[in-house]
Structure formats: structure tokens, C-alpha cells
């Protein structure tokens, strides 16, 4: 006689575990099912509306990832496989739809963005012991570069550097000052990711035993460390990519993808001698150069008593007419606008050209201070903090050998671009930051210009014989989505509509104008001869300027190189209280801030160095040398990675003697 089984009652915990793979199932079907319907919205739209982004590369993705979520009701691991390498694929595309349309990359590029995700995808898949959870890691790596990535480009118009993650520190500090606002396009791409890691969710959560582990996440190491070395070599990103301009890397992120240029730029962390290089060949040319200056200038003019020099970069001070007429309810820099068309002895205006756009103020810095150029380094590197670590040659030093006492000033955190290190470096005897400014006056949450010259002035009268003073602003720092009761917008833009960012931008400058102008006044009244040289760091960001410079109806890549510098420009002033000598070779100088340190010691009589005349002697044959341009002694502008044949031998040399002094500096 048989037997009836009777079915064993289930546990409460095997309930629960088999009402939550029911859960997963389910979640993995509703999944596909939205995935479906945002597909097919994406296609019906980008058909649709011309102006409509063109999304229609998600169906066959999304297709993908329905057809895997539906079979996911079935504990098959080769499904969920191909569910995960399908995720990994879908992070990459989801990345870069950040900030440019992927679909539009060539085959290899995204190929090896591909193998980057996969690569990430195996790594991660190791270290958290299981393919669910590699792929869990993954999206949210990837959601987080995405996003970091998108608002780097809006806030300062460049994308991440491998160099950025060393001043995250001092970009995470200026945060709370920006609006993070989110398009409905960017709150589509975030549901994208937030789906995927629903999917990947979904997945088989196989618990991979821990030395197991190590053959995914060595082979996702080796993936990325192979893909590294290919990168490095030109021979195989000039046959497999598109050859971008360094010096625009916002184009090659757009072409070549977030994860490959990220990888080709590792490259530039080490800096390699310039072919030819010598200690004594670098040295040779500044003293031959040296001698070429004072043989072109026999008379060189000096002054009896050394004047105090204080210098101001004032915070994205700029005057966005250069970009395009633009109409304005009232003039947003009367008092600057007022000097440039004087003729007065004691002024001299003209145009500085920079390397950086919005943002990476200790650039301008560094070439000021020590006459070297951004031209011979990495793009977007920070020597600040990637270079400088010990002492070395500055024009602080020029100056405190001549009896100079020296000190810097700067209302924020002395950790900003390390300048609590490197003004030591460079031999200031006092540096001041934000805790040394007692009650000052605040606009918006930033100490304003006017205290600051008034800190200047506090310092100035404490110090015992000829002071040089070099003071970088903060009132006007970004960002200027975000309105303030204590500024109230006085600059309306008239022509164009709806930009409040732009109009808080101008209303800033108008202030700082208004403050600059009121301290001149104070200074003109003193006995002590004082030289004051005003400059800006950068324009804004795009955010701030982009509604100008469009007004000429062109894309980005439709301009030509004269066009794109313009948005590298910022006002020079250089002021005394008593006569200039005036003897550059302009009456309006066009110049770059590694000349300038070399041009204000000449303007205000000081005795110049064998390094100062070299600097002279170049700059009179290349006005301006910025990271993006050079410009010859015809006015003619060239872009830095062609440099024409004639000035090969002359541009090289200054290469050598920038390497000498940062690097082989003793």
C-alpha cells in the first residue's frame, strides 16, 4: 500500500525568502514594462519635436533589457549575465547623455568606453562578491561621475580632470553658493539609472566565495590597466580616436567619451624634460636674452624713492562686451570704462588674456607670480597643487631682494588651491586669509572688495619701508543663479530676456567698480608713491556668458580661434599715484599674466632682473603665450599646439626656462 507525502510546511524564514524572490520577479517585470513605455516616449518625441533631444539609440538597449527582465521570473544565471553586461552598456551611454548626445561618437571611442564599463562592472563585481552588486556599485559609480561630470561643465565649462579629484577639496567648499538645478532631461537620465540599478537588483544574488572573487576583479584591473597603457600611446589614440585639442577638452570628452579621455589625460600628471633641456642651456637664454634687452633699451628708467605695488586680481572681473554688443539698463563698470579713454600719465589700460574660463583662479596666479605659462603644461592641471612643493624662484623674492616687504591677502579659506602652502613657497613674509578680516562687511556670504582694501591699507601702514602687496578678491566669486537680498539687481539686460544669473554677474562687477574707484581716490591722496595693478582671473562661467556670446548666432566649433579667445579676456589697469614710465610697446598693452609680473616692476621704476628682461624681451615679440594661444609680434594669433615653424626655435627655449624654474629649480 502506498504512501500519500504529505507537503512540508515551510518555514516562516523560507516564506519570507520566497515572498521576496516573488517581490525581485515582479520588480524586474514592472521594470521592463517602464523601460518599454520610456522608450518608446523617447522615440515619439525625438520624431516629433525638431527641438526635441534625439533619443530614439535607447530602444534596442531598452529592448534588450525588457526582454532579459521578463525571462528574470526564471533562475537563469546566462540571462542574468547578459541583464548585467547590458547594464554596464547602459551606464556608459546614460553618462555621457550628461552633456552630449552619445550616439554621435564614432565606433571605437565607444567601444572602448564599453570596455571601461565592463572593466569597472568585473572590478566592482570582486570587490562586493557578487554580479547583483557589481552591477548595483556600478550604476551608482556611474550615476555620480555622471552627475559631477554635468555640473562641472556648467559651472566652470570644462569637464573632470584627472587633477580636479586633488582640489576637490576647495571646489566642495564654494558649493553652497551654486544652484543645482535639475532640466527634465537630466531627471530622465537619473530615472534611467535609478531603473537600472532596479535590473541589476533583480539579478541572481549569487554570493561568489572570497577567493573566487579575485578572477572578476583581476580581470576588471587588468581591463582598465590595459586600456591605460593603449591610451598612453599616440600611436593608438591618433588610429582609434578622435584627435581633439587638448586645450578644448570639453570637445574631446564630447568625441571620445568621459572614460577614455579621462584615461588619455593621466598621461599629464608627470611632466618629461623638453627635448634639448639643459640647466645651462635654460640658463643661457635668459642671460642672452638679458643682454639683448639692455642693449634694445640703453636707458632704462628708474625711480628715486621704490614705490609700494599692490596687486589686485579681482575675482571674475571681466567685461563681457568683448564677447558682443549687449544692451544694458546702466553701465555695469563706469569707472573702468572712464579710464580707458583717458590719456593720463598716471594710467595705463589694456587687455590681459588668460589661460582658465571659469574657474582655476590659481592659474592666473602662477603665471603672474612666477613668469611661467600654463602653455607647457597640462591642460587643466593646477601647478599650485600638483607641482609646487618646496621653495622656488617668484617675483616675491625679486622684490624682497630689493628691500620688499611682502604679503598676501585673500578673505576664504586659506586651504583654497593650497595657498596656505605655496605663498610660503614663494616667499611672501605674511599671508592673511578669511579669520585675519575682523567684522567685515559681507556681500552675499563672500567678504566684499571694499573691506579688503581696507585690510590692505591696515597692513600697508604697519609695514616699515616699500611693500608689495598681492591680494586675490572674493566678492564676485560663482555662483550667480542664486539671488541675495543685499544685492539687488541695479544692471538690467534690455535685448536679452530671462537672465537674472547675468544680471546678478553685472550687478557684482558694478559694485566691484564702484569699490575700486572709491579706493584709487584714497590712494591718490597719499604722500608714499604707490603702484596698483587691477586685473581680473577669468570670465564667468558659460551659465553667466553664454547668452552673450551666442547673440553672434554661431556654434562653438563655428568660431575661429580670435572668436573662442574672447572669452579669455579680462580688463588690465595699471595706476599710480604718481607718473608711469610708460615704456611698453603699446599705449593699450595686449598681454598675458606671465609678462605682466616682468611689465608692472618696469612700469613702476623698479630694478628688473636678468629673469624680468628676458620676460620683456620675449614679451615684446609675443605680446600674449596663454595656454590656448600665442600671439606673434604682427598681432597675428596662433593656437598653441601649432606653433608656426618661424617661432618653433624662440617658444621652445621658453619652455626650457619655465621647466628650469618649476621643476629644476635650485
Known sequence: MSKTRVPKKKSHKEGQKEAFVRLRRGAGLACGLLLTVLAAAAVILAFTYEGAPKTAWPLPLFAAAVFTALFSVREHRFVTAVRLVITAFACFYLLEWFTHE??????????LNLAAAVGFFLLFTGVFGSFARGG?????????????????????????????LLSLRTALSVTSNYTFSVTWEEACQVLGFVILLGLAGNAVHDRIRPLVRL?????????????????????????????GNLFTQWATYRDNGFMVSFGQNLKYLRIDKPEGYSRQKADAVVA????????????????????????????AFSDLAVLHEFGVSEDYMPFLHSLQQTEAPNVLTGTLFVSVLGGNTANTEYEFLTGGSMAFLPPGSVPYQQYINAPMASLTKELEELGYRTFASHPYNASGWDRDEVYPFFGFDQSYFRPAFQNPQIIRKYVSDASQYGFIEQKRAEATGPVFSYNVTMQNHGGYSQLYEDVPLTVKLTDINNRPGTEHYLTLVQIADAALEKYLAE?????????????GDHQPSDFVANCIMNKDGKKADERTLEEQQKRYQVPLLIWSNRKLTKSGNMAHPVISPNFLG?????????????????????????PAITANMYIDADGEMRAVGEIAAEDEKVLREYEMVCYRRLFDND
Open 102 to 111: 552619445p550616439w554621435k561618437m564614432a565606433y571605437p571611442p565607444q567601444l
Open 136 to 164: 548595483i556599485a556600478l550604476g551608482v559609480f556611474y550615476l555620480f561621475v555622471g552627475l559631477a561630470n554635468y555640473y562641472t561643465m556648467k559651472f566652470r565649462s570644462s569637464p573632470i580632470l584627472p587633477w580636479d
Open 215 to 243: 578572477i572578476p576583479a583581476g580581470a576588471g584591473v587588468a581591463v582598465l590597466v590595459v586600456l591605460v597603457v593603449m591610451l598612453g600611446k599616440t600611436s593608438f589614440t591618433d588610429k582609434y580616436l578622435t584627435k
Open 288 to 315: 642672452e636674452a638679458a643682454a639683448a634687452y639692455d642693449a634694445a633699451h640703453p636707458v632704462q628708467q628708474t625711480v628715486e624713492e621704490q614705490p609700494d605695488i599692490i596687486i589686485i586680481m579681482n575675482e
Open 523 to 535: 590712494l591718490e591722496k597719499q604722500e608714499k608713491p604707490v603702484v596698483v595693478v587691477f586685473f
Open 598 to 622: 616682468a611689465y608692472t616692476l618696469r612700469e613702476a621704476g623698479v630694478e628688473l632682473s636678468d629673469y624680468e628682461k628676458y620676460l620683456l624681451w620675449l614679451q615684446e615679440q609675443y
